[in-house]
Nanobody
Framework: QVQLVESGGGSVQAGGSLRLSCAVSGGTFSSFAMGWFRQTPGKDQEFVSHISWNGDHSDYGDSVRGRFTISRDNAKNTGYLHMNSLKPEDTAVYYC?????????????????WGQGTQVTVSS
């Protein structure tokens, strides 16, 4: 069974930075595509970023492009989301997910396994 555990969330002031981690176990992480999504109460999950199995391809949602950077370390079975210049509107629960086929999708429904989520709160 593939399991994902996020860490690194917390509270930060606007303009600050955080790094989220997603540790993956129970599967071949190096063959999975990985994505990050976020959700606030009453809203659908929002695509944040995704990265290919080898790290060669990545993409970002419009609201975070230029501020967030996705990366992965296949040797450590861990993915990361580096968040800079944080804004209050970035406040959400952030989830990492993996896609077994390695295909990069924008839609949450296409991802196979999910972490439990980590809260990020940005104060003004």
């Amino acid at each position: 069974q593939v399991q994902l555990v996020e860490s690194g969330g917390g509270s930060v002031q606007a303009g600050g930075s955080l790094r989220l981690s997603c540790a993956v176990s129970g599967g071949t992480f190096s063959s999975f595509a990985m994505g990050w999504f976020r959700q606030t109460p009453g809203k659908d999950q929002e695509f944040v970023s995704h990265i290919s199995w080898n790290g060669d391809h990545s993409d970002y949602g419009d609201s975070v492009r230029g501020r967030f950077t996705i990366s992965r370390d296949n040797a450590k079975n861990t993915g990361y989301l580096h968040m800079n210049s944080l804004k209050p509107e970035d406040t959400a629960v952030y989830y990492c997910a993996v896609q077994r086929s390695g295909t990069l999708y924008l839609w949450a429904d296409e991802y196979d396994y999910w972490g439990q989520g980590t809260q990020v709160t940005v104060s003004s």
